[in-house]
């Protein structure tokens, strides 16, 4: 069963098989995540989603199309891709912000968006954008629509000015809209559908840093307004309190006035009353009631108390004719009553005097507490002040650090697609490496086998020149043997050769001698026929003993042949066990 997958940084692969129907025939599985298209003509004629096709109708029904035609399938990714552009940033080389997109001011910006793409039209896909191409990476891709994205936002950044970008609430969804609009037209033509432009930022440095001492200057005005609002509200609480106390200290010293008046009014019937009782007046008071009407004459501010002027009354009835002591009496609480106001107005004095230093000292101590209270309140308000300062701070540094996250981010993901870019290249790197690896294992290898080989030659040849000296040896020890075999052969032969010769010329002799007898006792009995008969079977008798001779040789010449043989094929045999030289 075949699989259909594609590799983690490409997008689409293109498959294009001669026998589709052999090929589809097992089956097939489409990894999770992807799809394949089935192109007929570059006509999308299925869209199958991932999973394992095996026997059944789905199969069944590719199987019964008419391969005949040009088809072609595609495994693209089922789902949505999310491409993030980052467009300006701090240069490394000179270590400066730089940027193509700008404010309406010049200001340059750093601004990052993600773009989520969807396949939609799987043949303009197919038509527009893999033409001619056997696959499609995620990376190049990405960088279809870099340089139109950062002129849509080169456009569209400078119509505006920095407070407006920075300050607007709706300026990023409407970036997000116009970038919608801007890009639709070229996606569409490819095939894809913008799902949606997110994650819009905006960055400059200075004007980040701009914006965190405005903050600061800000929070130090609302700082000072507020404590100058608290003081302000402090001196109005502390002067409607003075008056406060001021009514309130009026009023105790109209009571301590009055009461003054009430102990010198006291005083002074108590003295008149005193001057009286050595006048004659006295005389004239005879009954209560002449006592009463005296009290009521001198008493004109109704100072006495009512048991005073009961007790008067009392003594004057008791007293009755008995003048001097009615005088003694009355003087007598006259001057009791006299020196008891002179005591309560003294003590009054002397109270009045504690009283207004403990006030004093009462609002001194109050003065401190409420200095200590506006103090705290200040310390309070600047530590809160100093908290949102804080706070503040913290919410830059923590936006400065998302930034920085989210821009490692961006460099993270270019840096992982440039990588699953280059996986491929890697992959056949690492192939090439593991092939020139094994190829230099195996020269390794073949260089090792052939060094073992010829240490190996090396001392097979010192086996065979030892060989050949001993086989040299025996060989010249055989050939030694061999021609002392041929000299005494030969001697042998030419003696038997000489005895032959001697044997053949006595025979020749005795025959002739014999023929000559025969021939002549022949003569006598034979005619000319039988004489030249028997001539030739005399010659045939000496050819074959000649022939004798001749084969006798022979046989000794063989068996010297074969002597020979015998050395050059031991010599050939230890020759061809020596392997072949490496100049070889």
């Not at 089922?78 to 993030?84: E, H, K, L, M």
């Not at 970036?175 to 070229?186: K, L, P, Q």
């Not at 100093?386 to 840096?415: D, G, S, T, Y």
Request: aromatic share 8%.
């Amino acid at each position: 069963m075949i699989k259909w997958e594609r590799k983690a940084d490409i997008f689409a692969s293109r498959i294009v098989h001669n026998d589709w129907k052999g090929f589809l025939s097992k089956g097939f599985i489409i990894e999770e995540g992807s799809r394949a298209l089935f192109f007929e003509n570059g006509i999308l004629k299925e869209v199958i989603s991932a999973g394992k096709i095996e026997m059944g109708g789905l199969l069944q029904k590719i199987l019964a199309w008419d391969f005949g035609r040009h088809w072609e399938v595609v495994v693209c990714d089922a789902g949505d891709i999310s491409f993030v552009y980052l467009y300006g940033g701090l240069n490394p080389a000179n270590g400066k912000f730089q940027s193509s997109v700008r404010s309406a001011e010049g200001i340059a910006l750093q601004v990052g968006l993600e773009m989520v793409l969807q396949l939609e039209s799987p043949e303009l896909f197919l038509r527009n954008c893999m033409k001619g191409e056997s696959e499609i990476p995620l990376m190049g891709l990405k960088n279809r629509y870099f340089q139109e994205i950062q002129n849509a936002l080169v456009s569209y950044f400078s119509s505006y000015e920095m407070a407006k970008i920075v300050e607007s609430r709706d300026f990023k969804n409407q970036c997000a809209d116009f970038m919608e609009r801007e890009i639709s037209v070229s996606l569409q033509r490819e095939g894809f559908r913008l799902i949606q432009v997110r994650a819009l930022s905006v960055y400059n440095p200075e004007w980040a840093l701009l914006q965190g001492q405005k903050a600061k200057l800000k929070l130090q005005g609302m700082r000072q307004e507020l404590e100058f609002a608290e003081r302000e509200a402090g001196l109005k609480a502390r002067m409607e309190w003075f008056l406060l106390k001021k009514r309130e200290n009026s009023l105790e010293l109209e009571e301590q006035k009055e009461e003054l008046r009430h102990s010198e009014a006291i005083i002074d019937v108590w003295s008149r009353l005193r001057h009286v009782q050595s006048q004659d007046k006295m005389d004239r008071i005879r009954t209560e009631q002449d006592m009463a009407a005296f009290l009521a004459e001198i008493d004109t501010k109704k100072v006495l108390r009512e048991e005073q002027k009961q007790a008067l009354l009392r003594q004057v009835k008791e007293a009755g004719e008995d003048h001097a002591k009615k005088r003694s009496f009355i003087l007598a609480m006259a001057d009791m009553e006299y020196q008891y106001a002179l005591k309560e107005k003294e003590w009054q004095q002397n109270q009045n005097l504690d009283e207004a230093r403990l006030a004093f000292e009462k609002k001194r101590q109050r003065d401190l507490l409420e200095h200590e209270l506006a103090l705290k309140k200040a310390k309070f308000s600047a530590e809160r002040e100093q908290q949102k300062i804080v706070l503040m701070e913290e919410r830059e540094q923590k936006n400065a650090q998302e930034i920085a996250a989210w821009e490692k981010r961006h460099r993270e993901m270019v840096f992982s697609l440039d990588r699953a870019k280059t996986q491929a290249q890697e992959s056949e790197i690492a192939t090439k490496i593991q092939e020139m690896r094994a190829e230099a294992g195996l020269r390794i290898r073949e260089k090792m086998q052939a060094q073992k080989q010829k240490e190996r030659y090396e001392s097979l040849q010192i086996d065979l020149e030892r060989e050949e000296r001993v086989l040299k040896l025996r060989w010249e020890e055989e050939e030694r043997r061999s021609e002392i075999q041929r000299k005494l052969k030969r001697e042998q032969y030419e003696h038997e050769q000489a005895m032959q010769r001697i044997d053949i010329e006595k025979l020749t002799v005795q025959s002739h001698r014999d023929v000559q007898i025969a021939q002549s006792e022949s003569l006598r009995q034979q005619g000319s026929q039988d004489i030249l008969q028997e001539k030739e079977k005399q010659i045939a008798m000496q050819n074959q003993m000649l022939q004798t001779i001749l084969q006798q040789n022979e046989i000794s010449a063989n068996r010297l042949e074969r002597v020979l043989d015998r050395s050059l094929r031991s010599i050939e045999s230890i020759a061809a066990k020596q392997p072949p030289s490496s100049e070889a």
